[in-house]
């Protein structure tokens, strides 16, 4: 049985479709894109990006998804579907660079970008990589940019506003599709962006003009910018990006692995028991929640093992990144997620951008350090916390930390402790209900256990 | 001091302008647009012509500077 499944989010533009069928990606092109598709690949664009890591490759096919296909190609495949609103600041920053990038070469080849959304950017092998093939057009002479807008509000303004106010501003894309809307970020930033020349032009001034002419509107068909105009407009985004840098102030979680209170012995006892119950399951894909800086995670991608890097504090996020970048690794993407508010499906129908609980699920996760922080801090009950766990993953490696733990004394100094089935025996008895204990082992020199544990099936 | 005059001359002289230019009333709603052609196409020339005052300024600096 042949099964089509056109995705959802992919209607905006006319050149054609994303669909699935019988579990693959395949990228419809209709004849409205034919000559630009032809040019995409006859002009030498297509091959260069390819060879240079900027763009996916496609193998084109024979099939045909509807009358007006012109062509089908089959996409390279992205392990994991993520989100700019997931993304740390240099993760955002490297994706506006790669798509500037993009944007330079195009024009150098007689292309030039259609659209510039965060959403055109995926992780592939820890680096940011552009995915939308029929995102270029044929440049026609001194026409302006019709993306231009849309690369300031995927880009310029969420960096701005992490860099000049605060790193949570970024969670305002999950509520804006198409990116900051301008007149908001120019009402947040501080003042002394408006003695920033580059911010001044592209966010500021932009902002009121847009404002201006909604009211009014223009024939644009005459407006030209002559070529070298365009070129400096986008080397000084290029230059404007370069120049943003985040230097937080200290989080809760900054300084995690310097102020936890694990002796050396009890640290590594705890590295060698976690590589001890990976090592016993048949893990492909692994997700790391409360991942911090990625000292577990990389347990499981030093082994091969594809694995997301999650975590609530952007700082943490950011330092795992920035190792990553430092050491090349391709097994590992660190994100941004607060468990207690996952990343929800948004967009048109709410079916333009998956939940996390829609996109590609583990074969395990490790939950360290963490289940106290959903029980006490969050007063989520341990039986929903192993109904969430099962529901996304067969295999579990999760640490139990008692109240006699002093971070969990820590939780409980200044609020009442209403947590009187937050216990060992509770805690089994939960996750029973939903997992068979596979192996169980107290970490030397703590209260902590360490659990492996196997969905029942 | 001369790069730090000539910097700061250069960022005062941008600034002025779009300080200016900001000056107008602002109206109601976004335009998807109309707004974003023109402030590229005014800033497309504002860093094309910046372009030309950077090499005009070292002209003229030098020129004083061989003078004195």
Redesign the interface.
């Known amino acids: 049985m042949i099964t089509k499944e056109i995705i959802k989010g992919s209607f905006r533009d006319p050149s054609g479709f994303l669909y699935k069928e019988n579990g693959v990606l395949y990228r419809q092109i209709n004849n409205a894109y034919k000559d630009q598709y032809l040019k995409l690949i006859d002009s030498g664009l297509y091959d260069y990006l390819v060879n240079e890591n900027l763009m996916v490759a496609h193998i084109e096919t024979n099939l045909i998804a509807s009358s007006e296909a012109y062509k089908v190609i089959q996409p390279e495949f992205i392990d994991y579907i993520s989100y700019p609103y997931e993304w740390s600041f240099s993760q955002l920053k490297d994706a506006a660079l790669i798509t500037l990038k993009i944007q330079k070469i195009a024009l150098d080849y007689g292309m030039i970008l259609k659209d510039a959304s965060a959403y055109n950017i995926q992780f592939k092998n820890g680096k940011p990589i552009f995915i939308d093939t029929l995102s270029f057009e044929i440049y026609k002479k001194e026409l302006p940019w019709v993306a231009y807008r849309q690369f300031c509000q995927h880009f310029l303004a969420p960096l701005a506003l992490i860099s000049y106010r605060d790193a949570r501003l970024n969670n305002i894309l999950k509520d804006f599709v198409d990116g900051i809307p301008l007149d908001l970020a120019s009402l947040i930033l501080p003042l002394k962006t408006k003695i920033n020349p580059s911010l001044l032009m592209h966010i500021h001034f932009h902002s009121k003009q847009q404002s201006k002419y909604s009211d009014n509107p223009v024939d644009t068909s005459k407006m030209k910018i002559p070529k070298n105009n365009l070129i400096a407009l986008i080397g000084n985004l290029e230059n404007t990006i370069n120049k943003l840098h985040w230097r937080p102030k200290r989080t809760e979680w900054g300084d995690y692995y310097n102020a936890t209170n694990y002796s050396d012995e009890a640290f590594n006892d705890k590295k060698a028991l976690v590589e001890k119950f990976l090592s016993k399951t048949k893990t492909k894909f692994l997700w790391d929640l409360g991942a911090n800086t990625g000292v577990f995670s990389r347990i499981a991608s030093n082994r091969g093992i594809k694995t997301i890097a999650f975590d609530i504090d952007p700082i943490a996020v950011e330092k795992n990144y920035l190792i990553c970048k430092n050491n090349k690794e391709t097994n590992i993407l660190p994100l941004i997620l607060d468990l207690t508010n996952p990343s929800p499906a948004i967009g048109w129908g709410n079916e333009e951008r998956d939940s996390i609980k829609q996109r590609s699920r583990p074969d395990t996760i490790f939950a360290l350090a963490l289940i106290h922080h959903l029980a006490i801090s969050n007063n989520v009950p341990l039986a929903s916390t192993a109904r969430f766990f099962a529901d996304l993953s067969k295999n579990l490696i999760i640490e139990f930390v008692p109240k006699s733990d002093s971070q969990v004394q820590k939780l409980l100094a200044t609020r009442k402790d209403i947590f009187d089935n937050y216990n060992e025996e509770t805690f089994e008895n939960e996750f029973a209900v939903y997992f068979r204990i596979v192996e169980k082992e107290r970490i030397k020199c703590t209260d902590r256990s360490l659990y492996l544990l196997e969905r029942l099936d | 001091m001369k790069k730090i005059i000539k910097n700061g001359g250069y ?1 005062l002289y ?2 002025i302008l ?2 200016a ?2 000056i ?1 009333p ?16 005014i ?6 012509a910046s ?1 030309t005052i950077k090499l005009y300024w070292k002209k003229i600096i030098h020129l004083f500077t061989k003078k004195g």
């Open positions: 960022t941008i600034s779009f300080w230019i900001l107008c602002a109206y109601a709603y976004l335009d998807p647009g109309t707004g974003s052609y023109i402030v590229q196409i800033i497309g020339t504002v860093l094309a372009v």
